[in-house]
């Protein structure tokens, strides 16, 4: 029997993605788990693995075409077999669904923009992530045609519609700098404007708040030096701060459950793995990429996954367990020798951390100035899940597993 190759959901406010290249060929043998495709989502460039043995067949998508989550783009069938009837072509990539199509969205943008200001009608579907854009913008969507199944308003068509209004010239001067803005504007990529999208929304509908904390590295740093050898000779690895910091966090959160949980939108939801997503620095924007059940991974292990995640990052080869599943972020600018930083939280997570560099400072030592090789941790946290006490308790619990790091790596 066939098995189809459908664009997967990897997020929940999902809707579509971006194939950008076919692993294997039409009537190429397949076999389950192999690499199939690439597609773009809002978070990375991800490896998608065969559901399946087969060959594959009745390839309806092509590189570039920006599919809906869900639809069938391909098939794996058996020797001989047929790849069932293809349904409508995926629509291509850009803002217009096709050639045809791109002066009738051009058209709905107009009269979306022109309508903007009138009553609000109600007959017409949106997407959410329409409707989470169209309120980002200001924008009323009562006048909008929608370009998408059955007339859904899209978020293309709401940033169509954005676009058109902005570009109206309301006077002369407007009319005349006009050509001027469109030589200095810069087009972004999939992951870059939709990764500007989610930040916007969670900085405006997540109440932050910030904890700042000074930490002595020494120890941190010695064991760095005592366990760095060790661990490239047996896991080819190098071991990194980062690594520690890893380890150390994912076992104070384990000591401070509140600290994995995740606002649902009602409620809290108390995740039962601690699953630490590490910013990662890529072309388009930045990648969380996920260390699974990192306060049961000792230490080595936690620096294998991660050079094998920052060199599929920076290849373009993530896939989607990568990328899945984080409940806490840390986001490290040390090494661009950034001193303190806050970070905006990645919902629906409650809270992130954001690590400076470490240098020498003079401190206080039982009463006397002593230099000590320093670090600043700012923890920004969700209100809705924290509050100050928790997210304190939990910053000295850390604090703690940084200066006194033998305690716990030998777990």
Known sequence: MAISVVMPALEMAQETGKLLAWRKKEGEAVKKGEPLLEIETDKAVVEIEAPGDGFLAGITAHEGAVIPVGETIAWLVAAGEKAPAAKSPAMASGRATSAAAAPERAAAAARGATAAVGPAQTSAQISPKARRLAKELGLETGG???????????????????????????????????????????????????????????????????????VDCTELMAAHERLGPTVEKFNGAKLTITDLLIASVARAIAKHPVMNASWTGSGIRHNPEVNISL??????????????????????????????????????????????????????????????????????????????????????????????PMMTMTLSGDHRVLDGARAAKFLTTLAEAIQKPDGWLGE
């Open 279 to 372: 910013a990662m620095a890529v072309k388009d924007g930045v990648v969380g990429a996920v260390i699974h059940k990192a306060d049961s991974a000792k230490v080595d292990e936690i620096a294998a996954q991660r050079r094998d995640l920052t060199e599929r990052a920076r290849a373009n080869r993530l896939r989607p367990a990568d990328i899945s599943g984080g409940t806490f972020t840390i986001s490290n600018l040390g090494m661009y020798q950034v001193d303190a930083f806050v970070a905006i939280i990645t919902p629906p997570q409650a809270a992130t951390l954001a690590v400076g560099t470490i240098a020498d400072r003079v401190v206080a030592v039982k009463g006397k100035p002593a230099v000590r």
């Open 144 to 214: 909008l045609s929608g370009s998408g199944e059955d007339g859904t308003i899209t978020a293309e068509d709401v940033q169509a519609a954005a676009d058109a209004k902005k570009s109206a010239p309301a006077s002369t001067t407007a009319a005349a700098g006009a050509s001027s803005d469109a030589q200095t504007g810069e087009s972004l990529s999939q992951i870059a404007r939709l990764m500007a999208e989610r930040m916007t929304q969670s900085w405006t509908t997540v109440p932050h708040f910030f904890l700042t904390r000074d």
